[in-house]
């Protein structure tokens, strides 16, 4: 929910949809209206284009969605809101493709400009510093911004003491407690979370966030009722499934206070569960664990299990400056069993995924060592593009993995055991060789650190991903209740509350 794309950027428009269409179930796209132009001073600031230039680019845009749409994908066309920076940046978007872009300073009057209207209003990034485009809570509305991005590439508004920081935007940086998400609760707002990119190079980052809407079906309608109705979360990279209910209401609904409140939960994640975090009015009453109770469970005939692939790494630019990236071919196959799920963890474009079966993939992917040089919401230098596979098959099967032509057959249970690195040695020393002719060191380093890679991740069986549980909760002092959930990779998911509020209240 949160693809910038620019003005100098609308030509490749085709090719983000291509992107997201391929990972994503829906797109709600902020067009980004501002550039970085020469005050007459010199001083370099960030301004909005030229009215006709961002005018002509709505249209373009508009134009794009009414055709997406008559095709039946449920894309939303938005921008991006920054004003004076005095009310925090906040994104845009609409049900219908008929309305024009407003350009208030201010928050309450962006509301204002909308009311009556089909939009509702995203905050980003909320704890950076207030007035200094940092979220301001004292004009929020409720209405207009049903909720609030937790996490994006810029790390995770919050709070101010959790683990994911906000380190990455060096200029807008530190983040603050005075504004983050925690906050706006602590004053009494119902409004959920999702979170989502920021993205600016490409669509649908793999690790930069995304949103999950529990919607009736895949429509606009039924996705925007869902979304007016708080009925959202958001994870940090792995798209984790949860399905949480308390007395028999979903995520950003209201119940009323119960001493025995019944909490039900059903979570898929795509590595791993670790702890699942029980949130009482910002304060952790629970840490459920689920690591190291599963481990030594042990495993039927037939066994269902995740692992992920990725594809990278290789020549060190420095040495190498030519060479950016590479094409990579490949294809799994569960000869005994079944193929259940592939979950893409794309960074950029370039890659594909086909031909696929019920125990056969094929796959396409270009990996590069950064996916945006020199642009300082791009990802790090090092950036992987790869799949979460879900199998079934014997607990003495065989899964077969084959890249650029060479087979690697992988016992399930060496899978579940460990991890492995396969280094594309032969390849790095005929590259080190044919440029400075050099063939032999001491050590490894030159054709290591030169070497393209492919990880594959140790296995997990089903009964570490999936967990159901069920919790009696003293919720008649409570004003809302939500969940943390953390995988064992670091992975992070954030529900939208259930609020506890008294009938007439």
Request: hydrophobic share 35%.
């Amino acid at each position: 929910m949160h693809s910038n794309i620019h003005h100098e950027q609308m030509n490749e428009l085709p090719q983000w949809f291509d992107q997201v269409q391929k990972t994503m179930d829906f797109w709600p796209i902020a067009y980004y209206p501002y550039t970085m132009r020469k005050d007459e001073t010199g001083l370099g600031v960030e301004d909005r284009y030229p009215l006709d230039v961002i005018e002509k680019d709505w249209e373009i845009l508009r134009e794009f969605t009414n055709q997406v749409n008559a095709e039946g994908f449920p894309m939303f066309m938005g921008y991006e809101w920054q004003g004076a920076g005095q009310d925090g940046d906040h994104n845009v978007f609409f049900k219908d493709n008929l309305q024009s872009m407003e350009y208030p300073l201010r928050y309450a009057d962006l509301v204002k400009a909308y009311a009556g209207k089909d939009v509702i209003g995203i905050p980003h990034h909320l704890a950076y510093q207030l007035e200094n485009r940092g979220k301001n809570w004292a004009t929020h509305d409720e209405s207009f911004s049903p909720f609030v991005e937790i996490y994006s590439s810029h790390g995770s508004s919050e709070n101010d003491n959790g683990p994911i920081e906000m380190t990455r935007h060096v200029h807008m940086g530190p983040r603050t407690g005075e504004t983050c998400v925690e906050r706006g609760w602590e004053k009494g707002y119902k409004f959920g979370v999702i979170a989502s990119g920021d993205n600016h190079s490409a669509p649908c980052v793999y690790g930069f966030g995304y949103m999950a809407c529990l919607a009736e079906n895949n429509s606009k309608e039924a996705i925007w009722d869902a979304m007016q109705k708080r009925h959202t979360y958001g994870v940090s990279k792995d798209k984790i499934e949860i399905r949480m209910q308390v007395d028999g209401k979903m995520m950003g609904d209201v119940i009323e206070p119960n001493q025995e409140a019944k909490l039900s939960l059903d979570v898929i994640g795509s590595d791993a569960i670790d702890r699942i975090e029980v949130i009482e009015d910002n304060q952790v009453v629970e840490m459920i664990p689920h690591t190291s109770t599963w481990e030594r469970m042990p495993l039927g005939d037939t066994i269902r299990f995740k692992f992920k692939v990725e594809f990278g790494w290789g020549p060190d630019r420095r040495i190498f400056p030519d060479i950016a990236s590479r094409q990579w071919q490949g294809a799994l196959e569960v000869p005994q069993g079944k193929l259940l799920s592939i979950e893409k963890c794309w960074s950029n474009f370039g890659q594909d995924l086909h031909d696929v079966t019920d125990n056969r993939c094929e796959f396409d992917l270009t990996t590069y060592k950064t996916t945006a040089t020199g642009k300082w919401m791009g990802p790090s230098a090092v950036t992987t593009e790869g799949f979460i596979f879900e199998v079934e098959t014997q607990k003495d099967g065989v899964v077969i993995l084959t890249v650029d032509g060479v087979e690697y057959p992988l016992a399930a249970a060496d899978l579940l055991k460990t991890s492995r690195v396969v280094e594309l040695e032969e390849e790095a020393r005929q590259l080190v060789k044919d440029r400075f002719q050099f063939t032999d060191y001491y050590r490894t380093d030159p054709w290591w650190h030169n070497a393209y890679k492919f990880k594959i991740g140790q296995a997990v069986p089903e009964s570490g991903y999936h967990v159901q549980l069920e919790r009696t909760l003293d919720l008649s002092e409570v004003q809302n209740l939500r969940l943390r959930i953390w995988e064992r990779n670091g992975g992070c998911a954030w529900t939208s509350p259930v609020f506890v509020e008294k009938k007439g209240e």
